[in-house]
């Protein structure tokens, strides 16, 4: 007999039921719903999740993006094998998906949103929160995700969500196709009744593929590889969704070859790899991106080549250089004409590496005896910027950086995603584990750590997470502290006071913006934002959320604060206010140019000044051919 079930009962049931597999090993798809219920979804959803909380988690959120961000945080630890999927209420409770699903989608990594949406039937036209739109009556808010989507469908009958579905589980796990996927479900469709055939919620595996290389790209990979005198690997997030980690390892081992990564790739190997030079592009280190202005063949792997990555075209400065793109994606293997490895990173590396050990392939000692010494020499510029001579002054940023580098183990994972931390992090932080770096690049979104948090807490038990935040991004996205009280999630919240926006308050004193609009201080009479400093209280505001708050002034009151918050099992924040020197951060300056546009024609000196040095460096730009 069919079981008789509403559209919203029999997606619940129909999600509980499917899996993952790869390598052998079976996870469930779908390991819970986030939701915030209103009338859009309170009596379809929300009543089928209570129906079926024996099979299907629920956990409360405070705002929908951060919903999805902690989805996705949990996506990306999961190595994008597992899931969550996020429902919300009509009207803003949808459009607040919008910017989570960008992120997901651009970064590749796997959420199921399922908006509510408004009646199908149309009993009533406009019902509250509908958008009408003169011109067509099949359109909604929910058409702002479909180009943020991987998959978008509008479920308006019972019947159409069983293609639906099917179709939404392709997508999410794919390892080409994967992202954000919406399925918007009109309120009164949620609700209503049909009668389902039992197969559709039987347990289905899907088949996470392994594709290998195909033999005449693989063939032609190798000789590119042996004909050149100067190559580069550079790691993308492409190596950690597949768990290449051992294979990049084993690669880098026998041919001699360094690797440098991008923020995505951060972490494919330790930080004391013989064959890891650090991060590459506008944010990456003096020894890798000398590299890659000698580099007679760049060796993409799992990368997307952004424009930090390229330093906006201007990095890759050999006349001769040639690009050979290992990646699970054609359309990221044939960026900058280069060849075409279309594979999964892991099998890929794998056939490539016993490929060359046929042939005895390794590079030249002269050429890793120079890197290991500009690595070495690298490294002492770290120290330098983590030791704090004096223990009783507000540190600057790298000392923080180099507070926390000293209390933490292999175990421990960082997350952040924009401000000037991701820049020092990238330059500095010294990765002692495959997963340890979680900075969130694609998108670089302010607000996205404290969520994701929660979802890495939630795929990662027992470790020790970090959501590293600076003012700017506190202010963004606070509100899930509350969850983490909530569901005694204990990560670690790492905030950072600087007064401002001052990643982007440092990028317009370089483009000639004098700063303008970045500081949080009241008016001058000019008109700018230069007057005294906001009074301010984060770290009451942390506490009145719920967070045990551990404020630090000093370098030695920071260590201190840092130890004891790792080793606390409730929500714990470090606030501490950092000594700025105008809001600089007191990292090493920008190895490598980054394309921001300045004013053409203007009357202040500073923008005509900055103007200059742009078109110096815009001339060196190539397009690669």
């Known amino acids: 007999m069919n079981p008789r079930l509403t559209v919203a009962q029999a997606l619940v049931r129909f999600l509980a039921a499917q899996y993952t597999e790869r390598d052998g090993v079976r996870r469930r798809l779908i390991g819970?719903?986030?939701?915030?219920?209103?009338?859009?979804?309170?009596?379809?959803?929300?009543?089928?999740?209570?129906?079926?909380?024996?099979?299907?988690?629920?956990?409360?959120?405070?705002?929908?993006?951060?919903?999805?961000?902690?989805?996705?945080?949990?996506?990306?630890?999961?190595?994008?094998?597992?899931?969550?999927?996020?429902?919300?209420?009509?009207?803003?409770?949808?459009?607040?998906?919008?910017?989570?699903?960008?992120?997901?989608?651009?970064?590749?990594?796997?959420?199921?949103?399922?908006?509510?949406?408004?009646?199908?039937?149309?009993?009533?036209?406009?019902?509250?929160?509908?958008?009408?739109?003169?011109?067509?009556?099949?359109?909604?808010?929910?058409?702002?995700?479909?180009?943020?989507?991987?998959?978008?469908?509008?479920?308006?009958?019972?019947?159409?969500?069983i293609p639906a579905a099917l179709q939404a589980v392709r997508v999410l796990t794919d390892p080409v196709e994967t992202g954000a996927v919406t399925l918007a479900l009109p309120q009164d469709v949620q609700a209503e009744a049909y009668d389902w055939p039992e197969e559709f919620f039987a347990d289905r595996v899907w088949a996470v593929r392994r594709p290998g290389a195909d033999p005449v790209e693989l063939a032609e990979a190798v000789r590119t590889v042996r004909d050149a005198r100067r190559p580069l690997v550079i790691a993308g997030g492409g190596v950690r969704h597949s768990r290449a980690e051992d294979a990049l390892a084993e690669f880098a081992a026998a041919t001699g070859i360094p690797?440098?990564?991008?923020?995505?790739?951060?972490?494919?190997?330790?930080?004391?790899?013989?064959?890891?030079?650090?991060?590459?592009?506008?944010?990456?280190?003096?020894?890798?991106?000398?590299?890659?202005?000698?580099?007679?063949?760049?060796?993409?792997?799992?990368?997307?080549?952004?424009?930090?990555?390229?330093a906006s075209g201007t990095l890759f400065e050999n006349p001769d250089v040639r690009f050979l793109n290992l990646n699970i994606?054609?359309?990221?293997?044939?960026?900058?004409?280069?060849?075409?490895?279309?594979?999964?990173?892991?099998?890929?590396?794998?056939?490539?590496?016993?490929?060359?050990?046929?042939?005895?392939?390794?590079?030249?000692?002269?050429?890793?005896?120079?890197?290991?010494?500009?690595?070495?020499?690298?490294?002492?510029?770290?120290?330098?910027?983590?030791?704090?001579?004096?223990?009783?002054?507000?540190?600057?940023?790298?000392?923080?950086?180099?507070?926390?580098?000293?209390v933490v183990d292999e175990s421990d994972i960082v997350i952040n995603a924009a401000g000037s931390l991701p820049g020092d992090l990238h330059q500095l932080w010294r990765t002692r584990s495959r997963d340890q770096y979680h900075v969130e690049y694609g998108y670089s979104c302010m607000g996205y750590e404290i969520p994701a948090a929660l979802g890495v807490q939630l795929a990662a038990p027992g470790r020790p997470v970090w959501a590293l935040v600076g003012d700017g991004t506190y202010l963004m996205m606070p509100g899930e502290l509350v969850t983490a009280v909530q569901e005694g999630l204990a990560i670690k919240v790492l905030?950072?006071?600087?007064?401002?926006?001052?990643?982007?308050?440092?990028?317009?004193?370089?483009?000639?913006?004098?700063?303008?609009?970045?500081?949080?201080?009241?008016?001058?009479?000019?008109?700018?934002?230069?007057?005294?400093?906001?009074?301010?209280?984060?770290?009451?505001?942390?506490a009145s959320l719920g967070m045990r708050v551990l404020r630090a002034t000093t370098v030695g009151e920071l260590r201190t604060a840092l130890a004891e918050a790792r080793a606390a099992d409730t929500p714990t924040c470090v606030y501490v206010e950092t000594e700025t020197a105008d809001r600089v951060s007191?990292?090493?300056?920008?190895?490598?140019?980054?394309?921001?546009?300045?004013?053409?024609?203007?009357?202040?000196?500073?923008?005509?000044?900055?103007?200059?040095?742009?078109?110096?460096?815009?001339s060196t730009r190539r397009r690669h051919l």
Request: net charge negative; hydrophobic share 40%.
């Open 32 to 161: 819970a719903t986030w939701g915030i219920f209103g009338h859009g979804n309170v009596a379809g959803v929300g009543q089928a999740l209570l129906e079926h909380a024996d099979v299907m988690p629920y956990h409360q959120g405070r705002n929908e993006q951060a919903m999805v961000h902690a989805a996705v945080g949990y996506a990306r630890q999961c190595n994008r094998l597992s899931a969550h999927a996020v429902t919300t209420s009509v009207g803003p409770g949808a459009t607040n998906l919008v910017t989570g699903a960008a992120l997901a989608t651009i970064s590749h990594l796997p959420v199921l949103l399922l908006p509510g949406d408004v009646f199908a039937t149309r009993p009533a036209d406009p019902v509250l929160q509908q958008l009408e739109v003169p011109y067509a009556g099949d359109v909604s808010v929910n058409d702002c995700l479909r180009p943020v989507s991987r998959y978008f469908d509008r479920v308006t009958r019972p019947e159409q969500l």
């Open 259 to 310: 690797v440098a990564a991008t923020q995505a790739g951060k972490g494919a190997l330790r930080w004391d790899h013989p064959q890891d030079v650090g991060g590459v592009g506008h944010t990456g280190t003096a020894t890798a991106d000398e590299l890659a202005r000698t580099a007679d063949l760049v060796i993409g792997v799992g990368t997307r080549y952004t424009d930090f990555t390229t």
């Open 329 to 406: 994606a054609p359309f990221d293997g044939h960026k900058l004409a280069g060849t075409p490895l279309v594979a999964d990173a892991r099998s890929g590396l794998e056939e490539l590496t016993e490929a060359l050990e046929l042939h005895g392939h390794r590079v030249t000692a002269p050429y890793v005896a120079e890197y290991t010494e500009d690595k070495e020499r690298w490294e002492q510029r770290v120290d330098a910027c983590y030791e704090a001579d004096e223990q009783d002054v507000p540190p600057r940023q790298p000392q923080v950086l180099g507070a926390l580098d000293a």
């Open 495 to 542: 905030l950072v006071q600087n007064h401002g926006y001052a990643s982007i308050g440092g990028l317009s004193e370089s483009v000639g913006g004098e700063g303008f609009g970045t500081a949080y201080r009241f008016p001058a009479p000019d008109g700018t934002y230069t007057g005294a400093p906001l009074p301010v209280d984060l770290a009451a505001n942390a």
């Open 586 to 618: 007191g990292a090493p300056p920008a190895q490598a140019w980054w394309d921001v546009p300045v004013a053409a024609t203007a009357t202040r000196a500073s923008a005509v000044k900055a103007r200059e040095l742009y078109e110096r460096h815009a």
